[in-house]
């Protein structure tokens, strides 16, 4: 069901300038800032595992591979960010959409296998390894997740397309695994992709953060704080970092900076569409042109946004 379109993220996308720019491996890294309303307090998937305050579960002792069981036991709410991956119980997951879970709440949650080859318990509970689906995966969840809301009402997936993805993704890192986990690619190239990731730290003070490679901006992620980017930056330059590896040997021109100046022009003109998410407030849909797009918008305040770009070169 779609919900009322009216929505203050075309006016805010308005906001967006640039900060910073750091470049690593061929990955270009552009800092973000906009001028957005904080949203309620919350706290963060791992910072929340770490309290003790989330439980995530399968949603039946059987299992049920495109829901999982959260509870949040905790005074705050929980930010769940698209495309974190939970590790363990009967098979890795990744979040179809972001989500804010309420305090003293339980709910199901919509997730996509990434691990197709196991479907018995390594754990009762979830827990994070810190890492997220590659940028090409986020964005092909993003427009499934789209189809869905339009065909069904529900951030759903087809979880045959993100098993090809995995698998394409598994063999093009050279990254074998008996249970075809994607996170077996971040395991053969985790010494990489440290290094460069300490090349390109959290850019100061700032909200989001833009990304190119390959000679053409793939996308953009920002948040209601800046805070909240600290938190998420392993995990979201290690996505980026772990697709510029697949790149290797390809030395197209950077970016410049006009060029993506333009790219972030074009973005107030997109489309919206809104649904309910699943969590508190709105799952927004951004489509057309050049991107794909999804925003959660809690109480007037954008707590995420993330940008993928349709027209992305891919290895």
């Known amino acids: 069901m779609t919900e009322n379109t009216t929505t203050a993220l075309p006016e805010l996308l308005g906001t967006l300038t640039l900060t910073e720019e750091r470049a690593t491996e061929g990955l270009q890294v552009f800092g973000l800032n906009w001028v957005v309303p904080t949203g309620p307090e919350y706290i963060t998937l791992e910072q929340a595992l770490e309290a003790g305050t989330l439980v995530i579960t399968e949603a039946s002792e059987g299992g049920s591979v495109p829901e999982l069981r959260v509870i949040n036991r905790g005074d705050t709410h929980v930010l769940l960010v698209q495309g974190d991956h939970l590790i363990g119980a009967k098979q890795n997951r990744t979040l179809n959409t972001t989500i804010l879970v309420r305090p003293h709440s339980g709910m199901l949650i919509p997730v996509s296998c990434v691990e197709r080859g196991r479907w018995s318990y390594a754990s009762r509970a979830f827990g994070s390894r810190g890492t997220s689906s590659h940028n090409r995966l986020r964005r092909e969840v993003t427009r499934e997740v789209a189809c869905f809301y339009v065909s069904s009402g529900e951030p759903r997936t087809d979880q045959g397309k993100v098993w090809g993805e995995v698998d394409r993704k598994l063999r093009a890192m050279d990254s074998p695994s008996h249970s075809m986990a994607l996170e077996a690619s971040y395991e053969t190239h985790r010494p990489r992709i440290e290094k460069s990731r300490a090349e390109v730290p959290c850019p100061k003070d700032a909200q989001g953060a833009l990304f ?24 979201l330059i290690g996505s980026h970092l772990l697709d510029v590896l697949e790149m290797q040997g390809a030395k197209p021109a950077p970016v410049a900076g006009e060029t993506v100046r333009e790219w972030l022009h074009g973005l107030p003109s997109v489309p919206v569409q809104a649904h309910p998410s699943p969590g508190e407030g709105k799952d927004l849909r951004l489509q057309g042109g ?3 797009g999804s925003a959660l918008e809690v109480e007037g305040s954008v707590l995420h946004l993330a940008v993928f770009a349709e027209d992305a070169g891919e290895a």
């Open 290 to 292: 050049h991107v794909i």
């Open 212 to 235: 190119a490679y390959g000679g053409k901006v793939v996308g953009m992620e920002i948040f209601d704080r800046p805070a909240t980017l600290a938190a998420q930056w392993p995990k």
